[in-house]
């Protein structure tokens, strides 16, 4: 090979591997930067120590509302069980001594094919169009999703809301393969763990 093609072909080849660099890193900075953001706004304590591979896995923790409040990086299987990536995991504790269980995932072809099995409609057209929703107890779950419940994950559809919600032992929980690597996704949790908070306090007394 001359020297002439080795010129042409060095910078093809580096520049973009170059680009991807500043990419991730302006991505960590990012991610690193709306932890701190949950830190100073609800006085939560952030951990940045774990870390898989090149990348941080910061925590943030602590209580909000009277509540045990978990914010994550983890790495867990897709949701279709194809491959294992970076996830956000909300956690919000709740009380549940009677065993009830729910998960919400958005509507679409994909997800109508994979919880198809014990779906439930909530006699609201709108919702029922952009929710799949999944539970042990029907009625309980219309008793908890009242107008303003559905009104507020109506929105985070809006801010681009692909992940989970669930209801497992005494744990809300909201699971997303998107990281806290922008606003909208940092804006999308915060309206979550408010909500969760929201559902924790009725399931107090029903």
């Not at 580096?14 to 302006?26: D, G, T």
């Not at 809006?158 to 497992?168: C, D, P, Q, T, Y």
């Not at 699971?175 to 306090?201: F, G, P, S, W, Y």
Request: include cysteine; hydrophobic fraction near 40%.
């Amino acid at each position: 090979m001359t020297a002439k093609y080795l010129i042409v072909l060095i910078p093809v080849l580096v520049v973009p591997w170059i680009a991807l660099y500043f990419v991730m890193f302006a991505s960590k900075k990012k991610v690193l930067s709306n932890y701190k953001k949950l830190n100073e706004k609800y006085s939560f304590e952030c951990d940045y120590s774990k870390k898989v591979g090149m990348k941080v896995h910061p925590n943030a923790h602590g209580i909000y509302r009277s509540r045990q409040i978990k914010v994550e990086s983890a790495i867990r299987d897709s949701f279709d069980g194809q491959k294992v990536i970076p996830h956000t995991v909300l956690h919000v504790e709740c009380a549940n001594s009677d065993g009830f269980t729910f998960k919400v995932v958005k509507r679409s072809k994909k997800n109508s094919a994979l919880f198809s099995a014990g779906t439930v409609l909530l006699d609201d057209n709108e919702f029922d169009d952009n929710f799949i929703v999944q539970t042990n107890n029907p009625e309980k779950l219309k008793k908890i999703f009242d107008f303003n419940t559905k009104f507020k994950l109506e929105q985070v559809i809006k801010l681009g809301f692909n992940g989970v919600i669930s209801l497992e032992g005494n744990s809300l929980q909201y699971t997303d393969k998107d990281l806290l690597q922008n606003d909208e996704a940092l804006m999308r949790v915060e309206l979550i763990m408010h909500e969760l908070c929201d559902i924790a306090e009725v399931l107090r007394y029903n």
